[in-house]
């Protein structure tokens, strides 16, 4: 009797580390802060753990152990996993985190988005507000642009040093969204006379699917004395031939634009 026991026990803890964890949960207010974040990690289960890494490095049991609320004053690319003796480490959850200036006065968009995807009924703050848009794509976070550039234009009332522009995008290829081909920075002072600062080129393959997901685009450049900033996002183009709906505009998606 007691040897069968044992071997139940034995088979029954052996099944369990054939199932994996799932990834902690990630709970942060503010994606873009101004000084700093708090994040908090949730994993219910008794006798779990969770390990956690900002440096970018894979979390593993040897990792700092999430004991209390992190407080994060940089930008960081936060790694979680949780771990059990009785089961496979968990699926790794990921959120990068981005520090911001002080946040514009104002801002506007030379091209108005589609209608739907207006915002708050076109109040363009959504894009400076620090929180980062949903799956829900009508959650009021996100502009939605069918084709068209993005302009957008950053004001405040007193000058401000700026060298850092972080634009956050999404690629849902599938509701006919593709990330941005270029995106440009221009710098003015009281004048309103631009000069352009930064520029990316992103390579582009019409026979690839690109990365589906959210992207932070950063744009560094020696440090500038302005007043307005005016952020140049190129659409896609056409959607390619591979696509359901090729020969018709992308569409282009921003949720949030930081300065720094």
């Known amino acids: 009797m007691k040897i069968s026991f044992f071997l139940l026990l034995f088979a029954h803890s052996l099944a369990a580390q054939q199932y994996r964890l799932a990834p902690p949960q990630i709970r942060c207010e503010q994606v873009f802060f101004e000084n700093n974040t708090t994040v908090r990690l949730v994993f219910n289960l008794k006798g779990a753990e969770i390990r956690y890494t900002l440096d970018g490095s894979e979390p593993t049991r040897h990792a700092p152990r999430y004991e209390q609320p992190i407080v994060v004053d940089k930008d960081v690319l936060l790694q979680a996993r949780a771990f059990h003796p009785d089961f496979l480490p968990g699926e790794i959850a990921a959120l990068h985190l981005y520090r911001r200036g002080e946040k514009p006065a104002r801002l506007h968009l030379a091209q108005a988005p589609a ?27 996100w502009i939605g642009l069918p084709g068209k550039q993005l302009y957008a234009y950053a004001t405040w009332k007193k000058e401000q040093q700026i060298q850092v522009v972080k634009l956050s995008t999404l690629t849902n290829t599938g509701a006919w969204i593709f990330p941005p081909t270029k995106i440009s920075v221009y710098v003015a002072g009281e004048d309103a006379h631009y000069r352009l600062v930064s520029a990316e080129i992103l390579t582009i393959d019409n026979s690839q699917k690109p990365e589906e997901g959210r992207h932070t685009y950063v744009l560094r450049f020696p440090p500038e004395r302005c007043t ?3 952020v140049v996002a190129e659409p896609w183009g056409m959607l390619p031939e591979w696509h359901p709906g090729k020969g018709t505009p992308a569409w282009l998606f921003v949720d949030e634009i930081a300065f720094e």
């Open 115 to 141: 209608e739907e995807y207006l915002g708050r009924i076109g109040n363009y703050d959504c894009l400076i507000d620090g929180k980062v848009g949903s799956d829900d794509l009508r959650d009021g976070a």
């Open 228 to 230: 307005w900033v005016r």
